[in-house]
């Protein structure tokens, strides 16, 4: 992702449906899946993905209806998000991230556990 795109929330749960699908889906098979969680009308559907297409973050593919794929992987998109929530809440400094977790116990020691197998890992 090149420049920074804001999705809502609404509109990630389009991204996340279609992440999880792995492949094109029109927008009856999206808003089908989006039915376990939310009751959203075809229209709300339909313009959600437009605004997606409009932001460059899905491609539309005309069959005998339109097919929608992402146009970011979501590993990407999240990678991007985290960058910019600690550059905007933690002045670029993840360790500053990291210290306000464990500042208010967020983090069990399960998860303090698995970041030091990760990190340990790494390096």
């Not at 996340?16 to 376990?36: D, F, M, P, Q, T």
């Amino acid at each position: 992702m090149e420049k920074k795109t804001t999705v809502s929330d609404a509109e990630l749960e389009i991204l996340e449906v279609l992440w999880e699908a792995g492949k094109a889906l029109n927008a009856s098979e999206i808003r089908s899946l989006l039915e376990k969680n939310k009751k959203w009308e075809r229209t709300t559907v339909l313009t959600l993905i437009q605004r997606l297409v409009k932001k460059g973050m899905l491609d539309q593919e005309k069959r005998e209806v339109y097919y929608y794929i992402p146009k970011v992987e979501r590993k990407d998109y999240v990678k991007e998000e985290t960058r910019n929530f600690v550059n905007k809440f933690f002045k670029g400094n993840a360790g500053n991230m990291a210290a306000a977790l464990m500042s208010d116990d967020s983090l069990t020691k399960e998860d303090i556990e698995e970041l030091r197998d990760f990190f340990n890992s790494r390096f």
